[in-house]
């Protein structure tokens, strides 16, 4: 969650609590709700925490919640869907919190990967596939994962990758090497991954802060864009919110169209 939410503390109460909110604290009424114990504080369940969650944020926020809310349960993006139907009852929101959770995807790794995802979908991008692993170029015995591949119409493809700085402080303070070190490593690795001829699309937190910096950079690496979904999206945030729509733009091999399609010779 950007930390711009996390200025005030929501406590669950029940009826018997007559407290008023003030302050930085918001009193919530949950009746039957499933207690999780965690470091010794009482919290809602994960189901409970990202429904909350989710019908409460806009949906460029409320993406990065989805998908790691699907990473961190045993249960699909449909399946949490269907909890989010029995718990909210009676609740606000709960058409939003179920079409976020529809664009879900357990792959994602960072804030940034889904923030950047979140604006790929409302903007009408294709998109691309999460965390692919590439054999590397000069030991193809070990490998490179990337954040995104897009699959182009014309065959190639196009890599990109989210430069969020907590990715190279994690990095840094597993392999206990300093920060420049890490971030040598990291010019290695695309100078490598150049080999196999894709382009590689960094994206940076300013960049998703920047809508028209986004769709520029993104339409400038031939990355496909649709009018028809953008518009096809909008209408579902407003008439089916609980309805989510995906595009991908995928190359199809001459072959396949040979089978599919007869020429007449005359």
């Not at 409460?56 to 990065?64: A, Q, T, V």
């Not at 990715?167 to 010019?187: C, I, N, P, W």
């Not at 096809?232 to 169209?257: C, D, G, M």
Request: hydrophobic fraction near 35%; proline fraction near 5%; glycine fraction near 6%.
């Amino acid at each position: 969650m950007p930390y711009a939410s996390l200025s005030r503390t929501h406590i669950a109460t029940t009826p018997r609590d007559r407290r008023s909110s003030r302050g930085g604290i918001v009193r919530h009424c949950i009746s039957n709700d499933d207690v999780v114990v965690i470091d010794g504080i009482l919290v809602t369940s994960l189901v409970r925490t990202a429904f909350d969650c989710l019908r409460k944020r806009p949906f460029d926020h409320g993406l990065p919640i989805a998908d790691r809310a699907a990473a961190l349960s045993d249960l699909s993006p449909t399946q949490l869907q269907q909890r989010f139907r029995k718990i909210g009852r009676g609740c606000t929101g709960v058409q939003r919190a179920i079409g976020i959770m529809g664009y879900a995807d357990a792959k994602s790794e960072s804030w940034l990967e889904s923030y950047a995802r979140a604006l790929m979908i409302t903007q009408g991008f294709s998109l691309p596939r999460l965390q692919v692993e590439l054999p590397r170029p000069l030991d193809p015995s070990r490998v490179y994962r990337v954040d995104f591949l897009w699959d182009m119409p014309d065959g190639s493809h196009v890599i990109g990758e989210a430069d969020g700085m907590r990715k190279y402080h994690e990095d840094t303070e597993r392999s206990g090497r300093s920060t420049v070190s890490t971030l040598a490593d990291e010019q290695h690795r695309e100078a490598e991954l150049t080999l196999y001829g894709f382009p590689v699309l960094r994206i940076s937190y300013d960049d998703t802060q920047h809508i028209e910096t986004f769709v520029d950079k993104l339409m400038c690496y031939g990355i496909p864009r649709s009018s028809e979904v953008v518009e096809a999206i909008r209408k579902l945030a407003t008439q089916n919110p609980a309805s989510s729509l995906r595009y991908t733009h995928v190359h199809l091999k001459p072959e396949i169209f040979e089978g599919l399609v007869h020429f007449d010779e005359e």
